[in-house]
């Protein structure tokens, strides 16, 4: 079945520096990947996905790159502020299935 | 997300005493799913649903059941099988993709915390 392994774990910037989380999948017919961003004590937010048809994807000051050849995808933060504090998880998931898997998370602390 | 609606908040269980979370959606969405969130751990999926009247175990199912008589509601019950039940609880749903090709985000719930009394 598919793994998905995530780094860092933890991260630390100062405010407007950028952030970068890196994520590997092992199964070549994952197609799907989803970030989320959670917040303490609260649900999940899906702030950007994207599909194996694209490497990169942008939306204001996130962006997500896929290589497919090396099955990874990394989240990149520019301009960081204290409010995109948080613990962001990424995930997989193959055509035609519905299960996603996540990986273990990295908690981005952005110092003021 | 609004309409996504989990209940309770806080969930108390005591020894050798089953208790049932509850989720509702009112997205219309088909597939539904519970996952587990642990201190400074990942989600692990518990049991989804892809359709009513049908479930399949997630990685891990043991001391859980589940239930999908109605679209909008897939309440989890956490069994006295459950050795260690005190976790992070969330639910969430996805539409069905129109073909086999589609992907879809899910999205969750606000969660249930469960802890032993």
């Known amino acids: 079945g598919e793994n998905v392994e995530q780094h860092p774990s933890t991260l630390s910037v100062q405010e407007g520096d950028s952030a970068v989380i890196k994520c590997t999948y092992s199964?070549?017919?994952?197609?799907?990947f989803p970030w989320y961003k959670q917040e303490l004590g609260k649900r999940p937010q899906l702030i950007i996905d994207i599909r194996s048809n694209v490497g990169e994807k942008k939306d204001q000051r996130i962006a997500v790159t896929l290589n497919k050849t090396a099955k990874h995808f990394s989240l990149h933060i520019t301009e960081t502020q204290p409010e995109d504090s948080a613990v962001y998880f990424c995930?997989?998931?193959?055509?035609?299935?519905?299960?996603?898997?996540f990986g273990t998370g990295t908690r981005l602390l952005v110092s003021p | 997300d609004g309409g996504i609606t989990q209940s309770p908040k806080y969930l108390f269980r005591k020894e050798g005493q089953n208790v049932t979370l509850s989720c509702e959606q009112n997205?219309?969405?088909?597939?539904m799913y519970w996952y587990r969130q642990d201190p400074g751990q990942g989600l692990r999926l518990i049991y989804y649903s892809q359709i009513v009247n049908d479930f399949q175990k997630g990685d891990i199912a043991e001391g859980y059941s589940v239930s999908r008589e109605k679209k909008e509601s897939f309440p989890l019950t956490v069994t006295s099988a459950q050795k260690n039940p005190t976790a992070f609880y969330l639910c969430?749903?996805?539409?069905?993709?129109?073909?086999?090709?589609?992907?879809?985000?899910?999205?969750f719930g606000d969660g249930t915390r469960l802890s032993i009394l």
């Open positions: 995930a997989a998931r193959r055509t035609g299935f519905q299960k996603l898997v």
């Open positions: 199964d070549s017919a994952s197609n799907y």
């Open positions: 997205l219309n969405h088909d597939a």
């Open positions: 969430a749903s996805s539409p069905r993709g129109a073909t086999t090709d589609s992907n879809q985000p899910q999205h």
